[in-house]
């Protein structure tokens, strides 16, 4: 089983938000300056600040999508308390952050649950823990994690789960 195939496919439903031609617009030129940025150059940097840039501009459907999309291509955990800050918005539409296959699957869950996250400290400031421990050990062993952590929590506490590349990563803020 490949862990890391980069844009594995995993069903999803896209939803399309009755927005005016002006908006939809702008949203699509600045979702055209990200995919350029990341598909084309493989600039994770550039796509950070296309987004940070343009924040005001998107419409908050956009905003909670293309979220999704920079902390998928950007987030660390060097800067996952700054993406947490982002993820605290107030904007309308948060549901937008999740796909509505991952956000149905996420009401599915128990409302307390075991999540593993592959680390070198305990108190490492990282927010994405993942449902699968054997993928957390995988990603341990890859990428010289010194240990795996578990933690039972409740899904009060769970900001977004993303089933991208099947790694069942739930989200803590």
Known sequence: MNFYKNNEMVPMTRRYPDLKDKVKKRDNKISIQLIRAWDVERDAEKVLKIFLQNIDKLSSYRYWELLRSVWIICGTVENAQFFSSLMKSNKPNRHYFSTPEEHEFLRSLPDQMDVYRACNSPQ??????????????????????????NNKINKSEVFAYINRNNESEILIL
């Open 124 to 149: 490492d400031g990282g927010i994405s823990w993942t449902l699968d421990y054997d993928y957390a050990c995988k990603y341990a062993k890859d990428f010289q994690k010194n240990m795996v952590l």
